[in-house]
């Protein structure tokens, strides 16, 4: 198929092009194709005229877009709608990732796709309003809700705690929020799977099992092999950050299951991949 994908040198973007480069003709965009210019990105889709647009560009600065609302909607809500008008015009299927934060957290066991969603942020409203862009202006698409996203390009918690290990004695980590962490690469090949079946539709696409950032953030440092570095929990309130988070946004990948699609691995298993263990 040919396939373009948008945000390509993010994290996600860079294992979509090693998953998915041998199979399929990829052309990649990241920022040269500004995804809040309609007419560029409607002018690349018709030159290109793909089989799918994989729309992995955001603005995934969740405490930035508090501060910056105008970016976080331009981006991440007419970002995604110029794509979805482009796909429509060119009959392309779209896949668009959305997040866990389009959930408000009050549930006490995992989300699964049929919930309603009530995000508690800027980040989280943007994502969702691209959602029902996507949703209302194709038939031909696939949302694909992640969370907790780490790869080995750009920026993530994983990397953000293995620096912290080599700067301070002791970190602090937050042990109330709750989520499933996921690894990119992970995601690309379940992406790849799904526009390879046409199976279009909302999915959530995390690693299985949950944990808080503390518990992840302890794996992180045993499996990095920095677990002499003091760890210790906090609370949400002790770290005060902009953007208000879900306590539990733990998703359960509910539509694989019932479309028998074969379930993403437990996320402490993904992180040991990660580390090459
Ligand atoms: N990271 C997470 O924990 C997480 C969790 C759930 C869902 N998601 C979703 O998963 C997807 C991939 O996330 P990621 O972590 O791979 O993000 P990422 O590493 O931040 O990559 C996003 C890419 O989009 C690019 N971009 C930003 N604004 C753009 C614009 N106006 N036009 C074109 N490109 C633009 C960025 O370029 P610059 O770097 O130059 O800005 C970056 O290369 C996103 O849709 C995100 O919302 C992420």
Redesign the pocket.
């Known amino acids: 198929m040919k396939i373009i994908v948008?945000?390509?040198?993010?994290?996600?973007?860079c294992d979509l092009t090693k998953v998915l480069e041998s199979e399929h003709n990829l052309f990649l965009?990241?920022?040269d194709?500004?995804?809040?210019d309609a007419k560029k990105v409607l002018k690349t889709a018709k030159e290109i005229s793909p089989d799918v647009v994989i729309?992995?560009?955001?603005?995934?600065d969740v405490d930035g877009c508090e501060s910056n609302q105008d970016i976080a909607y331009n981006?991440?809500a007419i970002?995604a709608q110029n794509v979805a008008i482009a796909c429509n015009e060119i009959n392309a299927a779209m896949v668009y990732?959305?997040?866990?934060?389009i959930f408000d957290g009050a549930k006490k066991e995992p989300y699964i796709e049929f919930d309603n969603p009530n995000p508690l942020s800027v980040y989280g409203c943007s994502?969702l309003a691209g959602e029902y862009f996507v949703s209302h202006l194709l038939n031909k698409y696939y949302i694909c809700?992640?969370?907790?996203?780490?790869?080995k390009?750009?920026?993530?918690f994983v990397k953000t705690i293995l620096k912290l290990a080599d700067e301070k004695d002791e970190l602090k980590v937050v042990n109330d929020q709750f989520g499933s962490p996921t690894y990119?690469f992970d995601l690309a090949q379940k992406i790849g799977e799904l526009v390879k079946e046409n199976a279009y539709g909302i999915y959530h696409t995390t690693n299985s099992g949950s944990c808080s950032w503390f518990e992840f953030a302890r794996k992180i440092l045993e499996f990095g092999g920095k677990d002499n570095v003091k760890i210790s929990p906090i609370s949400s309130d002790e770290l005060d950050r902009p953007a208000k988070r879900p306590f539990y946004s733990v998703l359960r990948n509910y539509c694989l299951e019932l479309k028998k699609f074969s379930p993403m691995r437990s996320y402490e298993e993904a992180l040991r991949d990660y580390f090459g263990k």
């Open positions: 948008t945000g390509a040198s993010g994290q996600l973007g965009f990241d920022i194709l500004d995804v809040t729309h992995s560009a955001a603005y995934t981006v991440n970002g990732v959305s997040t866990d934060f994502k809700r992640t969370a907790w996203l780490y790869g390009n750009g920026k993530n990119s």
